[in-house]
């Protein structure tokens, strides 16, 4: 090998190497710092690209639960409206049947039928304000309930409205009939039964409607999970790797280092051929 000041190979060997350890420690400090193995494309461009896209499938997860939770509450608010109609129908009929009996006197007929009637607009009362984030399942012009069930939206659960209004679809008792006189009563009891029943359809439902958001939304969470799971096993470090990398690249740094300094101090040994 010829002695040389100008070109000094050794010297860029070492600068050579001491630059790719250079880099890698700081590729591992990066990952202890990040707690990732893959932080950018520049460090795997293929796996960047699945990870962000399985990223934009968790975003549009976290939609999906905001939507059957809004839904989840719009029905129970339904449902707990609905509940409260059933429990005054029945009221409202141990009145009727109370006012059939031909033995009442004008007066208990008349108390009857005023407690008959605040009951019934009681059930107004209850229908008209049942109503969550303005949308309202038990009124005559009930809104349905819809939630996303997928990532892009493009999959819905639909749970119809149920009107529980007075004079309604379920609810035939008008807001007119009253328990004044026996016959009327009688009338009203046979309004009642058939409202009765009706409205426990309603709640079947609506109760229905309110399960199938609860395992939509129980499922929702175990793939949001999932896919979770999934992006931290293609771009998460394993620190306990990355901490020994990070030991042995800083002792291989220091090397290089020492033999840069090595390398530089050859040209020097040219002067004694001059002595």
């Given at each position: 090998m010829a002695f040389s000041v100008n070109t000094n190979a050794g010297a860029f060997a070492a600068l050579?190497?001491?630059?790719?350890?250079?880099?890698?420690?700081?590729?591992?400090?990066?990952?202890?710092?990040?707690?990732?193995?893959?932080?950018?494309?520049?460090?795997?461009?293929?796996?960047?690209a699945i990870a962000q896209k399985l990223r934009g499938d968790?975003?549009?997860?976290?939609?999906?639960?905001?939507?059957?939770?809004?839904?989840?509450?719009?029905?129970?608010?339904?449902?707990?409206?609905?509940?409260?109609?059933?429990?005054?129908?029945i009221e409202l009929k141990e009145k009727a049947v109370a006012a059939k009996d031909s033995g009442l006197d004008t007066a208990s007929r008349t108390s009857l039928n005023n407690d008959f009637s605040q009951l019934r607009s009681q059930i107004t009362s209850i229908v008209s304000n049942a109503e969550f984030n303005g949308s309202n399942v038990v009124n005559s012009s009930g809104d349905a309930v819809v939630a996303i069930t997928n990532d892009t939206g493009s999959n819905v659960i639909s749970i119809a409205?149920?009107?529980?209004?007075?004079?309604?679809?379920?609810?035939?008792?008008?807001?007119?009939?009253?328990?004044?006189?026996?016959?009327?009563?009688?009338?009203?009891?046979?309004a009642i039964e058939s409202s009765i029943a009706n409205v426990n359809d309603a709640l079947s439902a609506l109760g229905s409607g309110a399960k199938r958001i609860e395992l939509q939304r129980s499922f929702v969470d175990k793939l949001s999970d999932t896919i979770e799971v999934g992006i931290g096993n293609l771009v998460d470090a394993d620190l306990a790797k990355e901490s020994a990398n990070l030991q042995a690249l800083q002792v291989k740094q220091q090397l290089g280092l020492q033999a840069l300094s090595i390398a530089n101090q050859a040209p020097s040994t040219v002067l004694g051929l001059f002595r």
């Amino acid at each position: 090998m010829a002695f040389s000041v100008n070109t000094n190979a050794g010297a860029f060997a070492a600068l050579q190497n001491l630059s790719k350890t250079s880099s890698s420690l700081q590729n591992t400090q990066s990952s202890i710092n990040t707690g990732l193995k893959v932080s950018s494309a520049k460090d795997d461009a293929a796996t960047f690209a699945i990870a962000q896209k399985l990223r934009g499938d968790v975003a549009g997860l976290n939609a999906v639960k905001s939507s059957l939770d809004r839904a989840t509450s719009t029905v129970d608010v339904a449902i707990a409206a609905g509940e409260a109609v059933s429990d005054l129908l029945i009221e409202l009929k141990e009145k009727a049947v109370a006012a059939k009996d031909s033995g009442l006197d004008t007066a208990s007929r008349t108390s009857l039928n005023n407690d008959f009637s605040q009951l019934r607009s009681q059930i107004t009362s209850i229908v008209s304000n049942a109503e969550f984030n303005g949308s309202n399942v038990v009124n005559s012009s009930g809104d349905a309930v819809v939630a996303i069930t997928n990532d892009t939206g493009s999959n819905v659960i639909s749970i119809a409205a149920q009107d529980l209004s007075v004079g309604g679809a379920n609810v035939t008792l008008t807001g007119t009939q009253s328990i004044g006189t026996e016959t009327a009563a009688a009338l009203v009891v046979t309004a009642i039964e058939s409202s009765i029943a009706n409205v426990n359809d309603a709640l079947s439902a609506l109760g229905s409607g309110a399960k199938r958001i609860e395992l939509q939304r129980s499922f929702v969470d175990k793939l949001s999970d999932t896919i979770e799971v999934g992006i931290g096993n293609l771009v998460d470090a394993d620190l306990a790797k990355e901490s020994a990398n990070l030991q042995a690249l800083q002792v291989k740094q220091q090397l290089g280092l020492q033999a840069l300094s090595i390398a530089n101090q050859a040209p020097s040994t040219v002067l004694g051929l001059f002595r």
